[in-house]
């Protein structure tokens, strides 16, 4: 890990724009040398938290330390932060070096250390003999690696990244994200990353930050967020999960009929039941939740399919090849797997 | 409140050095006061330790005290409000000096007054008041001192002085001036008719049409009153500018000609462009869209007079009329639609441009005939596009002096009516009134403009264009049209023609000998006044692409307080008309510390000032194709504002500053209004010297200098496209990546 990593700390941050309030007192730490990601719907408030990060926006309230220094009323062009856009925001009037060399040029590094420099950064994002281009003659991921080696050969004591794949094709995208982790992981460079996908989110990230309207809803490694979801929000946001209202008694929960087995420190009483696609079970007697097969897609590696119950529709997924036990229209019951399954406050 | 900043990277030498340090030595230096008009650069009498020495010495002390604060890394909180207070406490005492003791300011006082305002910027981001870097804060303290001494002030100062007289409070030079003759008169006592009834008559006939018209379509009662009222208002100035006699009469009735005629001849010439097949109709139109920016004032009005006027050529030589009927109403409103035209055509070319052809085609196919399609489909879509036209050309024939002051005969007009005021009648207060009622009527109209229209844009229909294209026009239409350009075109060519032509002959119309004598005669003073007007407009061009650039850049990428007060004070010179800015110059610089009369700075700051908006116009635009993100990528990227404009924002604008700058320098060299005040024997312009030729009659030479600056500015303006069209080919594109 890079040893001169920082934590980023934010306290109480609140971001008002006018009489909207953007940003409601969000208090967040992103650990030395770590990856975390602000997920939510536009408009929750994760790029107002970049922009101040980054300096570019200055909190109303609240402050922000990198270590233990506070940088809250530090101008951009100090705190030693670079970003990677949207748009690239490569400059269309300088080629390849010169985007690169441009933070070097403007802090007055001498030319052979800036030669050095570009040179080592373009082998570090693959981009030799490219150097020479005008950055328009680049393709999307070419420019997509000439902004990244902008902002890495600053060396910065955070790096931002702003829905940096948005613009990129499906395919390109999942690779150059792998490209970003691998070279985030082998630097150690404290990151905040800023994305709407949460395939992205979870794929890239140390810690997941789930943001709604401004406030955090909850934050957590992936697999966390996935499993145990503290609100409804987060379950829908991160993956798909079928709610059903039930109750709960301490050792086992009850949807309609079905009762099982089940336990988790929440108060108890009545629960919403988070059940995601893939862990229900569907048999054709036997115990569970009375249904009816309303329809079956086949999609190749899996297979996707509904269940109308008393309590509302099912949606549920299973392995491609795997048997169907029901055709559409004919009775089922619906099991819960032990995975995938979580309750939450009512 | 706002904690300071610990340690590491806070503690920070700060920018106000330089500034700290220059102003010692411009204090030390250059000459603190002038003794009269002229400013001196070297002058140890008049340096300030020999006019004033204990504000030499408070300035010598701030100086020290100001650069060690900066020198030393002190906590940035407390050293901005150190240096806020200083300077501007400092600045402060400077100007209150030289207002007690009534020195007109040298070069020391202006730099110490600018070195300690970018000190107070310095100050102001180091706190944190402005939350920018300290270039951006400076340039905003500096930005906002100049708008407000510029263009405020002598606005006020107009506004003031038409109801202060000598010092003291009264409305009666307002009355006085109001109820004039020259202002407005209804009666003629020579007649036996009485002519304030038939005005009035025409009045209610108007208010009544108005409300017929509309209540015939069955409108809502505030559309009623207000026709109604509308047309109250319309037939007054109309019975009044034909009955009556006076500026105030006389100068709405002549825009209320010229309004319509030119946004009519206007739209007849943007849709020609776009649903014409001939090809000449558009080169021809791309000459008419150059004309009005490289025609000196008058040319067109004397040319006029040559053909129709009473010794014209075609009214007398070929008719044998002896009349006079032309000076007046008659002869300006001709020439005010010759020279606005071009105008509302370039303002409606884009309206029509931006109309997406798939509309009428819907309409098309719904069965509405071309008629139909063109009344409910088309003139609704351009209507703010209409509007705007119109109301630029009101306030343009308004503002307009060149052509009243040729062409006026016996009638008067508001905008000359402030020049023979403050010039002939030697009475400034009387020119403020007159400046007044101009300036509030214009600001009227522009407040009708943005209740009327909104902040919408004029363009209706914008982004990418519509698949289709329109359907050209009927041929019988599509002739006639071209017949009216033609004719149009032919008009204008044989009056500019006439004054190439009468440069060259002894006695325009009377002695067709060729002769070169009035080149030899304009080349005496004329090549010298001719440089010396470019010389001013030059420096003034660049001075206000510069700052127009700064402004536009602060009002559209920077956030702080007061940026909407900022961006519609520098837009204000755009709409007071040229003749109320030139007399408020006169009046508001004339005086104490700001003395500038009668310099060749106060006609380049007129200039500036004039010119500016269209140069924030033009960069506002340009940025608003420049990704935002470019910016901040560079900011990020530890690159201060400064460095940012430099590296990335001036580059990518180039095409913008230097057709920014072309423009201004040709407008400069044209203007006349804002500057015929403000010559004096040293600085004369060559448009006020062509005024006093033709007022003399050497109509000759005034016809060789118009030749010199039509063919040399349009040589300037062919190089600028020729120069943009390369750029464009080579160079790189605005549009950011992405």
Sequence with gaps: MNQTAVPVRLENIVKRFGAVTAVETVSLELPAGKLVTLLGPSGCGKTTILRMVAGLERPTEGKIFFGSDDVTQLPAYLRDVTMMFQSYALFPHMNVFENIAYGLRVTKRPNDEIRERVAGVVAQVGLQNLEQRAVQALSGGQQQRVALARSLIMQPRVLLFDEPLSNLDAKLRKRVREEIRELQQKLGITSLYVTHDQEEAMAISDLVVVMKSGIIEQKGAPRELYQAPVTRFVADFIGRANFLSGTYNGSSATVGNYSFAFAQPIQHGNVTVMVRPESLRVAKDGIGLEGKMHSVAFLGTTTEYTVDTAAGQLEGVMAGDAPLLAKVGEPVRVQFANEGVYLIQA | ?738
């Excluded at chain 2, 140069?615 to 340009?622: D, E, K, L, Q, T």
């Excluded at chain 2, 990020?636 to 095409?655: E, F, G, K, N």
Aim: hydrophobic share 55%.
């Design chain 2, 1 to 738: 409140m706002v904690a300071a900043i610990p340690s590491a990277f806070s503690n920070r030498s700060s920018r106000a050095l330089i500034p700290a340090v220059l102003l010692a030595v411009g204090v030390l230096l250059l000459p603190f006061v002038r003794p009269d008009r002229p400013f001196e650069l070297f002058n140890w009498d008049l340096v300030a330790l020999n006019k004033a020495t204990w504000l030499a010495w408070l300035l010598f002390t701030s100086s020290a005290v100001l650069s060690v604060l900066s020198w030393l890394r002190l906590p940035m909180l407390a050293r901005g409000y150190a240096l806020i207070g200083i300077s501007s406490g400092v600045s402060i005492t400077v100007f209150a000096w030289l207002a007690s003791t009534s020195s007109y300011f040298g070069f020391g006082a202006l730099a110490a007054l600018v070195c300690l305002l970018l000190v107070l910027g310095v100050g102001l981001s180091e706190t944190g008041l402005i939350q920018s870097d300290p270039f951006i804060a400076s340039s905003i303290v500096l930005c906002g001192i100049f708008v407000t001494l510029f263009i405020a002030f002598p606005l006020f100062v107009v506004l003031r002085e038409s109801i202060i007289v000598n010092g003291a409070f009264t409305l009666k030079k307002m009355a006085e001036t109001l109820s004039s003759p020259l202002f407005m008169v209804l009666e003629n006592k020579f007649t036996p008719r009485s002519e304030t009834t038939i005005v009035f008559g025409i009045a209610t006939a108007g208010a009544v049409l108005g409300f017929g018209l509309m209540f015939l379509r069955k409108a809502r009662v505030q559309l009623l009153l207000g026709t109604t009222l509308a047309g109250g208002v319309l037939g007054f100035i109309v019975g009044a500018g034909v009955f009556g006699r006076g500026a105030f009469a006389t100068s709405l009735y002549l825009a209320l000609i010229v309004a319509p005629t030119t946004v009519f001849f206007g739209l007849i010439f943007a849709i020609l462009e776009q649903r014409c097949r001939a090809a000449w109709v558009r080169r021809i139109l791309s000459i008419v869209g150059i004309l009005p920016m490289i025609t000196p004032p008058f040319v067109l009005a004397f040319a006029l007079e040559n053909w129709f006027g009473a010794q014209g050529l075609i009214t007398n030589r070929v008719f044998g009329v002896d009349t006079n009927y032309f000076k007046g109403v008659t002869g300006v409103a001709i020439a005010q639609i010759l020279a606005f035209t071009p105008i509302a055509y370039l303002t409606l070319r884009g309206s029509v441009q931006g109309l997406n052809p798939a509309l009428e085609e819907a309409a098309q196919t719904m069965r509405s005939n071309p008629w139909m399609v063109f009344t409910k489909i088309t003139l609704p879509l351009l209507r703010p596009g209409l509007a705007a036209a119109f109301l630029l050309t009101v306030i343009e024939s308004l503002a307009d002096f060149s052509n009243p002051i040729l062409l006026g005969g016996d009638r008067s007009f508001l905008a000359t009516e402030v020049y023979l005021a403050l010039t002939g009648r030697y009475d400034p207060n009387e020119a403020s009134v007159y400046g007044a009622v101009l300036l509030v009527l214009v600001l009227t109209i522009l407040g009708l403009q943005r209740a009327w229209l909104g902040n919408t844009s004029f363009v209706t229909v914008t982004g990418k264009p519509g698949s289709g294209n329109f359907s050209m026009l009927p041929r019988w239409l599509e002739n006639t049209l071209q017949g009216v350009l033609g004719f149009w075109g032919l008009l204008v060519a044989m009056l500019y023609g006439s004054v190439f032509y009468g440069s060259f002959v002894k006695i325009w119309g009377v002695n067709g000998e060729f002769t070169l004598q009035h080149y030899i005669d304009f080349s005496g003073t004329g090549l010298e006044v001719l440089a010396r007007t470019a010389q001013v407009a030059l420096v003034s061009a660049i001075v206000a692409t510069l700052l127009g650039f700064l402004i536009a850049y602060l009002v559209t990428r920077q956030q702080f307080f007061g940026r909407s007060i900022l961006e519609t004070t520098s837009m204000l010179s755009f709409a007071t008309p040229g003749t109320v800015m030139g007399v408020a110059y006169v009046i508001a610089f004339n005086v104490g510390p700001w003395l500038l009369t009668g310099t060749f700075i106060v006609l380049v700051l007129a200039l500036v000032f004039r010119n500016m908006p269209a140069s924030i116009r033009s960069v506002m635009a340009g940025l608003s194709q420049i990704d935002k993100a470019l910016d901040e990528a560079s900011t990020l990227l530890r690159a201060p504002s400064s460095t940012t404009l430099a590296r990335v924002l001036v580059p990518l604008l180039i095409p913008q500053l230097l057709s920014g700058i072309v423009f201004a320098f040709v407008r400069g060299m044209t203007a006349i209004s804002q500057i015929i005040f403000l010559v004096s024997p040293g600085n004369l312009l060559a448009t006020v010297l062509m005024l006093s030729w033709l007022e003399q009659g050497n109509l000759g030479r005034a016809a060789a200098m118009s030749t010199v600056m039509i063919l040399g500015l349009l040589g300037m303006i062919l190089l600028l496209f020729a120069f943009s069209k390369r750029f464009s080919r080579n160079g790189t594109g605005l549009e950011g990546i992405g």
